[in-house]
């Protein structure tokens, strides 16, 4: 007995470890890195030195973790000091991410770049992009504005940039969309999650190095899901599902109104109520949450198919989603398509095209109307519906005070948009020398947008209101071409070169337009390897604007690193 009380001690004893974690192969102290124990209860972060310090019970179990290098867990068995050094992840470093001039692998990055996968997207129910994001990357911040199926979300990367708008911009297979949105639906509800395979974000100047002043708050590199090498794979996702309000606002029920009603009769002389003489007598009333909101039924559905040769991909998918919102007035409806073709005619020429279509519709009733506000305000003493299937409604009090039934706003006005969204993007690469690769894109999207409302006629006492309606249609589009060229060579032991030039107009222009950049970086590329363009053994951007050509912007993007 006495053992089991001392094995029992000791294993509830806390213990203080100590110690610096370091980098396995350079032996630098890793700053950052986390030291967390295994019931998660405790945790800390090494300071500049590397050094940590934490107290744990003894025979838990220590992780030590930071980006880009393999986790180390390590059982603690008595206190004192402990180094660990923990070994790089080439895995990680040899990620291929997306950038705003191409691809890079992750280790060669200077910039801050934030990554979502298709597998961290996959791992909850996510109705929209911005939804995908949240909580998922450092410094970008997700708030959504609306409760409603399709609502307006809003995104900050790395807090409030600007006076006019802190919105990204997105960028969809190379067609860039505005994050500014305005009423009540997200920007990014007619793409569908299901299709996309990686989200990159990007949060410094590797952003506006392309994009300009519309990247000055980040930009959110979107791509779609291309077809692999082998038998074609037909794939079915979906899910159905139930949402629920998870808890209500705690109001007044018809008991404590009428005593409430009552005294203030009293001390202000307004009279007393009939029907408020005995409170105990009435029931508990109406409870306008209970008949505003409801168990809501969603669900999703995807169908793509997917293969390729050695030279040539596909990928086809078609999705359709249907989510009824939690309260009355609010729903969202979604059929999208999507082709995505990339083939390689030679050795030298790949070739490729994507096409995105998408229909929309959003009964937006709840959020026009007010309609919550108005069944917290509205008094538990008012019928939903009287006896004879009429609304029931309330007479303006001696305040001039009226509150419509909030039912009758549901079922009985009409408010919806609905939209139409075309992507496409064609592009070609040419490989003419080895290293050296340029790219022509053409791309472009186009919306068609319309907005629907409509209120009945009634009249209930002293409130007339006439029947009238309304509709408005919008519609726009965007194009561009865009020109790149991208050296990348070693060139000498140890250091590696990636030089990128980049052009963007639009396509209403002359075609010897359209010919100059080419013919611009073939002049740029033949300098560079002449000699007449000297590089330094570290750059990192360099912007260049050319006489006469204000309305394209031209980049070169010149980086040397050391091989690891």
Known sequence: MLALIVSMYASAQNIKVYGVVTDASTGEEIIGATVQSSNKSTATVTDLSGAYQITVQAGQTLRFSYVGYKPQSVTIRKSGKMDVRLEQDENVLDQVVVVGYGVMKRSDL?????????????????????????????????????????????????????????????????????????????????????????????????????????????????????????????????YVGWQQLPSKLEVMNLHEYADYYNVRANIMGWGVR??????????????????????????????SVSGGTKSTNYAVSGGYLNQDGIALGSSFDRVSVRVNLDTEITKWLKVGASGYFAKTKQV??????????????????????????????????????????????????????????LDYNFYANVTPLKGLTLRVEYGGSRNWHSDYSFTP???????????????????????SFKQYATYDTDLWKGHHLQVTF?????????????????????????????????ISSRMSMVMVRLPNRTERLSVIRIQTLPLA
């Open 110 to 238: 200077t910039g801050a770049v934030g990554s979502i996968t298709e597998e961290q997207i996959k791992q909850g129910v996510n109705t929209s992009i911005e939804q995908a994001m949240q909580g998922r990357i450092a410094g970008v911040q997700v708030t959504q504005n609306s409760g409603a199926p399709g609502g307006g979300i809003s995104v900050q990367v790395r807090g409030v940039n600007s006076l006019n708008g802190n919105e990204p911009l997105y960028v969809v297979d190379g067609i860039a969309m505005s994050g500014q949105t305005g009423g009540n639906q997200s920007v990014l509800s007619t793409l569908n999650p299901s299709d996309i395979t990686s989200i990159e974000v990007l949060k410094d100047a590797s952003a506006t190095a392309i994009y300009e002043s519309r990247a000055s708050n980040g930009v959110v590199l979107i791509t779609t899901k291309h077809g692999e090498e082998g038998k074609t794979k037909i794939q079915y996702e979906g």
């Open 274 to 303: 009939e029907d408020f003489l005995d409170p105990s007598a009435l029931t508990t009333g109406t409870d306008w949450q209970d008949e505003l909101f409801r168990s809501a039924f969603m669900h999703n559905h995807q169908v």
């Open 364 to 421: 937006t009733t709840l959020d026009t109307n007010g309609l919550i506000d108005q069944a917290l305000n509205q008094r538990p003493d008012v019928a939903p519906k009287n006896p004879d299937g009429t609304y029931g409604f309330v007479e303006k009090d001696q305040f001039n005070t009226y509150y419509t039934n909030p039912l009758f706003e549901a079922q009985m006005k009409e408010n919806y948009n609905k939209g139409s969204q």
């Open 457 to 479: 006629d009634y009249t209930y006492g002293t409130v007339v209101n006439e029947s009238y309606s309304w509709r408005q249609k919008s519609d726009g589009w965007y194009e």
């Open 502 to 534: 980049f052009s963007m107009r639009l396509v209403t222009e002359s075609l010897w337009h359209v010919l100059l950049p080419i013919m611009e970086i073939c002049i740029l590329l033949h300098l560079i390897v002449s000699g007449w363009v000297t």
